[in-house]
């Protein structure tokens, strides 16, 4: 038993004596340093520096100009940059992939401009007040065929105008109006009553206004508002409205102011170097009727006017002896105007072909009054070849020489 007891006590006292030996000395674990990233801070796991926030400005082509105007934003911002937002013309905020950006402008103003970039250090925004001043487009050295509209007494009115290539803004520039017939349209009768080539070649405007429509057409009315018009547009009003507008564009010359018209435009040019004497130089009715029973009393003009009148005497819409009560026949008319102008009393006559001419000259100012007299002549815009001249011509012509 003491045996047994003896044993048992010496392998407890082994075993704490291999234990103890066995977790004797001293352990060390080796720990690496890694890099600690701030939450917040910008900085490089591998370098440990800060990035930057980027710094917007840029620079502009121009400063502004006429529109339409195409104007260059490029940004000189520094920093890294990942995305640029312009804002050019008030409007929203356009994203440009790259620093460069091009901007077309289309309407008169002043504008502001906003840059702002965005990168991985932050964003940064920079406004230049006040850089882009954009001016309307100035119309007065456009050439050729121009529509236009001006508004007046309530009306969108309507007018072709054709620039002479050679138009100059530094020298006044005479004007011709040529008024289309009633159920007319300024479109097609621009290539009824061309004048565009002779324009170009002598140097004037040509301008095409467009009558509204009355009834079953487009008319002009002749008398004064509260007169016998056919509707209510007051067309006397709108024709000194519209060289008014012309004239605050282009350099006019107001002592050439020159109309013609067919039929109902030839009424209506009639009215004009009544009612609107100051502003009328000269006339060339074609195919209508002075829409005066008594001139003397209803037309006064303001000063002496040469008037080329071209009729026919088979003219069925506008009779050459006039309508009774309403407009005075041709002969009439052209006596009035001669003796208006204190001119010759009597006419030198030349014939060509079926066409009389009947020149009624030595007037005040050098004024004259001449009818062209198609015998057997309809109603037309006429085709016809006199002295070599065609009839556009003949009118420039007779337009030239007052």
């Known amino acids: 038993m003491k045996l047994g007891k003896f044993l048992t006590k010496f392998i407890i006292l082994l075993f704490i004596a291999i234990t103890i030996s066995c977790s004797g000395g001293s352990s060390t674990q080796s720990v690496e340093d890694v890099g600690d990233d701030t939450p917040g801070d910008n900085t490089g796991g591998d370098s440990g520096g800060i990035i930057p926030e980027p710094v917007a400005s840029f620079t502009i082509s121009s400063n502004g100009g006429e529109a339409p105007i195409d104007i260059t934003f490029t940004s000189t911002s520094t920093g890294e940059v990942n995305s640029w937002f312009w804002n050019v013309d008030d409007d929203t905020d356009i994203e440009s992939l790259y620093h460069s950006f091009t901007h077309s402008y289309e309407n008169e103003g002043t504008y502001d ?119 209510s547009q007051d067309d006397i009003g ?115 072909g079926n066409v009389e001419r009947h020149l009624y000259a030595n007037g005040d100012n050098d004024t004259e009054a001449i009818l062209l007299k198609v015998v057997n002549g309809g109603h037309y815009w006429f085709d016809m070849t006199l002295g070599g001249l065609s009839f556009e011509q003949i009118i420039w012509q007779f337009f030239s020489n007052n």
């Not at 054709?162 to 009768?189: E, M």
């Not at 829409?291 to 009393?297: C, F, G, K, L, T």
């Not at 002969?331 to 006419?347: I, K, L, R, T």
């Open 113 to 231: 401009v906003t840059l702002t970039v965005v990168g991985p250090g932050g964003q940064d925004v920079y406004t230049e007040s006040d850089a882009i001043s954009i001016t309307e487009a100035d119309t007065s050295t456009e050439t050729g065929l121009l529509s236009k509209t001006m508004s007046y007494d309530d009306e969108t009115r309507e007018y072709l105008m054709y620039i002479p290539t050679r138009y100059d803004p530094n020298s006044s520039t005479p004007i011709l109006f040529a008024f289309h017939g009633f159920g007319g349209y300024n479109q097609y009768f621009i290539n009824t009553a061309d004048f565009r080539a002779l324009a170009d070649q002598f140097n004037f405007i040509a301008v095409y206004p467009q009558g509204l429509v009355c009834g079953d057409g487009t008319t002009w009315n002749t008398n004064p508002p509260g007169g016998d018009n056919k509707c």
């Open 238 to 352: 709108f024709f000194a409205a519209l060289l008014s507008e012309i004239s605050a564009n282009y350099n006019i010359d107001s002592s050439k102011v020159f109309l013609t018209g067919y039929s109902n435009g030839a009424d209506f040019s009639y009215s004009m170097a009544c009612y609107q004497s100051s502003l009328v130089t000269a006339i060339a009715p074609v195919s209508g009727l002075m829409p005066m029973v008594d001139a003397s009393s209803e037309c006064q003009p303001s000063h002496a006017t040469s008037v080329l009148i071209s009729n026919g005497t088979n003219d069925g819409s506008r009779p050459y002896n006039g309508i009774d009560g309403y407009m005075m026949g041709v002969d009439q008319a052209v006596a009035y105007w001669s003796q208006y102008n204190n001119a010759d009393g009597s006419p030198e006559v030349i014939t060509e």
